[in-house]
């Protein structure tokens, strides 16, 4: 599997987020403590939305490891976000080349995904098939996680992202069943559009990839004064992580099974998610 | 497009053929004279099979430029084979990948090719459903060339070579024109099993991209005496090119369109070639 | 050899300088008309000094060919700046990796280099010792770009840039001569600190690379109304490039042998350059 | 640091040593158990001499992890040595590239390390100084590993193995404490000219990285009978490794601090080893 993570709020230069923290993403690329793998090495990749903000996020990819890739370390010093994704990959034997690196972009979507589609070579066929034709040429890559993307675009990510992404899930079940796969999806998703940002957690077996998400910056700053990270952050600022950064009591919350997150966010911190019969 | 290399025969140290004539296949990467580009230089790929002879052969595949691939210097100057490709690509667009890089290899097959499906982007989805669904999540690149291959296998490659080949030609000239595409099909392909080699050379349009194969040693030998290249090989030792490796008269034949020759070759140089209705 | 292309003026996304040009630096690298060689595919970098203006450039460099890498066009669609170098490589036979692609940093200078010293391999210790030893571990690559770099560095950079350039071509001279080598140098040189671009062309022959400016903004204007190119551009912005990115007249001006030029500059265009005796 | 490993003895299938044994060398680059870091992915190298006993060993070596390298298996699948070397990098910061990576060649030696110089930056000039002038230019990296190679072949590799590394490694000892390094040096070095390979383990402080070489393979079969691994090999064949490849008790030997070994050996399994003052 992998480790991703996603920032939303006050811009930052995304190497306050990716490298500074005690257990950055950069960190766990290296020494994952709740992946399935310690090792997340099989390529990285990084995208983000510009502050001019026209649509199109920029996307940086490289089949390397991250922890050791120095033009990660230059862009991270050198650009702000207000919104990005960053994702550093372990692949279960799928290829490792730039067009299988998160995050996947179509349009002003950015999307990335920890998990896995169970039996995918069995299913693959199928799942493309349900991809609408006229993005079938898009799909660039041999990973699950790009064609659940053009899943979701294919039912709607446009009008509607938390019905789009329930489609897909509810596809993806039904389709695996189909096949006598008895628990088909495993997935934590993140998608955004440069204006807010979605995070889904779920699984057929109700045991998903760890998530969290980050305590209101306010709050934050409350329990640990001293602490630079988030500082100056306003306080609808969100990250959405596989992991914890560091271990400071309060910070991270756990994203519940089945249910998703949106930032900015409304009242609720989360709402529930299933996947929707198609 | 691209330019390969496709040798049977006497074994002979890769670097014999590969880097040792004038115009080597690794001096066509930089400066090719007859091909579409003049630069060959998105990845680069070799498969040998072993003297002793178990069926599946070697693949090697990279993404940078082969003139300046070390590794592909050190394995040519250390394996020796009877049956060996070579390529190198020139992408129009699609990603620069292993998975794009050819020689393909699916059991004891070998295949490489230059050319192109016209409109492929808009052809490629009918193109992947036609291919057995047992070998689709094989297809694990975005080119035409894997597609070509894994029809060509899904048509019968395993029994009749011409045959399977012509198929997938005419099912790609048929889908072609189905979707108004006027002249869908242009290849130069190159296959094998390890026993034998076929090379052929086919254009809806009838004008292929070139395609030549080597005069017999003996021959060569009569008319360049002191000519290091071919010494010593057995007299039905052969080279198809892409374009010829150097300038002397007498050893580089045109294969001529719509045909295609098979090594070792009986009494014909090379036989007709025609896309079979599928 | 290479090409390389420095600018310095009015912000602009790096896209509308490095591939919207007619025949733009990543176009040169395919297919260059002034170069040693027509292709530049042994590694590229660009360097860019931020907007914010804290001191270091960032440096991206790879080493496959500029053409083809997706990140640096996904890069130049969403940086803009003041300043940045852009370098495109064609090794002459040193190792193809990231700490020989140009450009170099140290500190807040950038620096590349389009030439050779003659006879480097025979030249290269000495020229080695002669960097101040503080400097010496800085030196990750082995080409004779970056040891220039850090003998200009070591004759005073940080307080005359043309004399410490001029130091480094006349210790080159010299060392040189006295191991028999009759044109010891040849090069065009681009160094900034991020406030000052310095662009200089030598070679012991008086027959240097090419080296051109762009003509004054508002000159291309009054010539070219229609030109997007440039548009918008304060009258100080100026282009040094290898070769012109176009060919339309009036726009680019070549570099005399032996002199230098500074952006933003003064009443001169280009001032006189010649190596110091050391 | 590093783990590596190297074979001498009767000729293998690479893949029957780098990638069968339960806890192989490319398991190892995923998850060491002895090394000082879980991970080393910053890069590998195998190197060959060939069956047909032409001097020069082939080298392939390459910058990403190699567990996940297509290559690396392709090659181990169909190369077949009597005496080879493989490597795997974990970079204590030093650039990962190819000329970084492990096995290092000089015309038909082979070296490769595990292991640092203490302060190495601070001493690498005096170092590379002491290297033969005439050497100079053949060190493309920037490893302490590439210039205590060169260093060896500076001492008389040629001549006498072991007076030569013992005259690197007093070299370096001498250096580092004119410098006020306490602890010089730390190595575990496998060097071989094809016909035979020495392995060496020392370290300034007695507390040397681990290594182990293989009981003879009779004694292996007689405690294991239904063990696979050196099934047929010659009784001098012999592996050195960084860690053991497997738990099986009886086959794997600690090499003391400051000794090495021969293989062929002779009486006796391994040599007392010291830095000679130089």
């Not at 920032?7 to 994952?32: F, M, N």
């Amino acid at each position: 599997m992998c480790r991703w993570l996603a920032y939303a709020g006050t811009p930052v230069l995304l190497d306050d987020v990716l490298y500074k923290p005690a257990h950055s993403l950069i960190d766990q690329s290296l020494r994952s403590k709740l992946g399935v793998e310690t090792t997340n090495g099989d390529g990285f990749g990084v995208g983000w939305y510009g502050l001019e903000g026209h649509g199109e996020p920029a996307v940086v990819r490289d089949i390397g490891p991250a922890w050791n890739n120095r033009n990660l370390r230059e862009i991270s010093s050198h650009v702000r976000s207000h919104m990005f994704f960053a994702h550093v990959r372990a692949s279960t034997g799928t290829a490792v080349q730039q067009t299988n690196c998160h995050p996947f972009r179509h349009g002003r979507w950015l999307w990335m995904h920890n998990g896995a589609i169970t039996d995918f070579a069995r299913l693959r066929r199928d799942l493309c098939m349900a991809v609408d034709p006229a993005l079938f040429a898009s799909i660039e890559g041999s990973t699950d996680s790009e064609v659940m993307f053009y899943l979701a675009v294919t039912f709607g990510l446009d009008q509607d992202v938390p019905g789009a992404v329930g489609r897909m899930a509810g596809f993806v079940e039904r389709l695996g069943k189909e096949h006598g796969v008895v628990h088909p999806l495993q997935m934590t998703v993140a998608v955004s559009d440069g204006e807010q940002l979605w995070a889904f957690r779920y699984s057929s077996l109700g045991q998903s990839r760890s998530l969290f998400y980050s305590s209101r910056p306010q709050q934050v700053r409350e329990l640990h004064p001293d602490l630079a990270f988030l500082r100056g952050a306003s306080d609808d600022t969100r990250l959405v992580v596989s992991e914890p950064l560091g271990d400071l009591p309060g910070v991270w919350n756990e994203l519940p099974e089945s249910s998703y997150t949106v930032c900015p966010s409304g009242e609720k911190d989360y709402l529930p998610f299933w996947p929707e019969p198609v």
